[in-house]
């Protein structure tokens, strides 16, 4: 064994028997689902939306295998967390390359790939501002942190969200999330008001934009001491239903929130990254600049990442404050972040989402004219979702008829997804590299899974 001084070196001894420190995989599917049941805590046991668990074996691009070897069209990238598609050779290579060299340096450290990625985020960030990089984990903790950092700006307490809104499960992120079935039953942070969510189909102004701000000015004036920390906006609210913000709202919510001291915090962890096609962010969408910009889920392309982008200014409140992310910044998540960039630039994926997303909406709206029960087709880019009633009028929610549409698709080889307030809508947001070859069969699956359930009512 090789020896540096009097120390071995470990990784000698593993070259010389490597299969020894490999741990097996046991791919049956019955001990798959009991081992789960039997070591997952209830809080990571819960989340199943399917009657029959959906296991995993492998990806690439665009599509997924069970461990069974059944092939679907994923159209929900795990979440919306893989942004350019499974096993891209991009990031493979990418992250083989760092773990090869440095799996982990944490923050208290210097590393040049950090670094580089913050310079290559804050460069696609809106001219004229000087953007910096607060690296972490996830979405949910990013969230946490902008919450903390707009307090610490203003000197404010007060943050406004929307209702329908979703920012994660965490403390301070389920606190600003305005949809019961995600909130505990707990007391969570104070100084948190909600004020009505512009929706379209189904705010309770209608297909307005004027109302929707005077709500705002009333929850200013009612619900706060008329100064506040500041409020957090989702462009295009995820889980909430695919739901987008109607033009003309977030310039006037911007104006009002800087006028009572706040500042604009801009949710773009699953609408960010080019996923709605034009640019890379949902707010550019809007002619907006927020000050704080938190980012996550295809940010890594399901490697651990997330970041909180912010005006320099905002973020120097923070100058003297001890904040520490154990894993933030971890230059191999980072080097994986660096290549989604390269990958969306130079295969002109935005561009593609937009194209493809176009086409699957159109399948959407086909749908939709033959079959009374989808009530609403929204969205843009590859952020779609089809709304399920029971009457056009009343805009009952279809939950029952969306729950068997949901195992439909996956009968039909789609991965999809139910979300909104009432699990109801049907969410369509695959990886940006899907193809144009890829509309026949998603058009051929909604089609039968669709037709299958009007058999079944």
Known sequence: MTRIGNHTRISDVIKADPGRYKAGIDWETDTIVSRRD??????QRAFVPYRTPLIFRRGQDQYLWDEQGNQYLDCLSQNLCVSIGYNNPAVTAAVQHQAE???????????????????????????GEEWVVHFMNSGAEAIDFALLLARSYT???????????????????????????????????????????????????GNTV??????????????????????????????????????????????????AGGVCIVDEVQAGFGRT??????????????DIVVLA????????LGAVVAKREVAEAMANKFY??????????????????????????????????????????GVQEKYDIIGDVRGCGLMLAAELVRNQQTKEPAVEEMHELFQLTRKHGLVASKSGAHKN?????????????????????????????????
């Not at 606190?175 to 512009?198: A, D, E, M, Y």
């Not at 889920?297 to 651990?304: D, F, V």
Request: aromatic content about 10%; charged content about 15%.
């Open 210 to 259: 004027q109302p929707y701000l005077d709500d705002l000015d009333r929850t200013l004036l009612y619900g706060t001491s008329g100064q506040v920390a500041g409020l957090i906006v989702e462009p295009i609210q995820g889980y909430g239903g695919i739901v987008p913000l109607p033009a003309g709202y977030l310039p006037g919510a911007f104006e009002r929130i800087r006028a």
């Open 297 to 304: 889920k295809g940010i890594g392309n399901g490697y651990p």
């Open 277 to 290: 096609g034009g640019d890379y962010w949902s707010f550019a969408l809007h002619q907006v600049v927020p």
């Open 155 to 205: 000197g404010n307490n007060d943050i406004i969200s929307l209702a329908n809104s979703y920012h994660g499960a965490t403390f301070g992120a389920q606190s600003v999330t305005g949809i019961s079935s995600f909130r505990h039953n707990i007391s969570l942070l104070n100084g948190i008001q909600f004020t009505s969510n512009p929706d379209q189909y189904r705010g309770i102004h």
């Open 425 to 457: 809508v049907l969410r369509i947001c695959p990886p940006l590299c899907i193809q144009m070859e890829d509309v026949d069969f998603f058009e051929a699956a909604i089609a039968n899974s669709f037709q299958d359930l009007y058999q079944q009512m």
């Open 38 to 43: 039997r070591f997952y805590a209830a809080s």
């Open 324 to 365: 520490f992310n154990t894993y933030g910044a971890n230059p191999v998540s980072c080097s994986a972040g660096r290549a989604v960039l390269k990958v969306i630039d130079q295969c002109n994926l935005i561009d593609n989402a937009k194209q493809v997303g176009l086409a699957l909406l159109d399948v959407l709206k």
């Open 101 to 127: 060299q440095l799996q982990h340096c944490t923050t208290m450290f210097f590393h040049p790939v950090p670094a580089h990625f913050a310079e290559e985020l804050a460069g696609k960030m809106p001219a």
